[in-house]
């Protein structure tokens, strides 16, 4: 079993900036590590993903504004996020991506930090 642990939300002004990291609980080869966020009714969406080997996809709401990083050594993802909208505003969710063998893949998930934008 492997935990992401969270940390970095809180609340920030419209154009201000947070940064959000996570770490699995143990050394292990992650391939894909990523962060999530849910609102209240509304599906779990993808805000940007970032391979072992550095590459990275980012949902169209937050190009340009959100940065995505990963430090393999300590099996950690940070959220660099700046120019903060209240449309921002989510539980954010750390996600990580193990392959076990080929074709099976376990997926886990960090309990959640909420980022509150206010206007």
């Known amino acids: 079993q492997v935990q992401l642990v969270e940390s970095g939300g809180g609340l920030v002004q419209a154009g201000g900036s947070l940064r959000l990291s996570c770490a699995a609980s143990r050394s292990i080869f992650i391939d894909t590590m990523g962060w999530y966020r849910q609102t209240s009714g509304k599906q779990r969406e993808l805000v940007a993903v970032i391979a072992s080997g550095g590459n990275t996809n980012y949902a169209d709401s937050v190009k340009g504004r959100f940065t995505i990083s990963r430090d393999n050594a300590k099996n950690a993802v940070y959220l660099q996020m700046n120019s903060l909208k209240p449309d921002d505003t989510a539980v954010y969710y750390c996600?990580?991506?193990?392959?076990?063998?080929?074709?099976?893949?376990?997926?886990?998930w960090g309990q959640g930090t909420q980022v509150t934008v206010s206007s």
């Open positions: 996600n990580a991506r193990i392959r076990v063998v080929p074709g099976l893949i376990n997926e886990y």
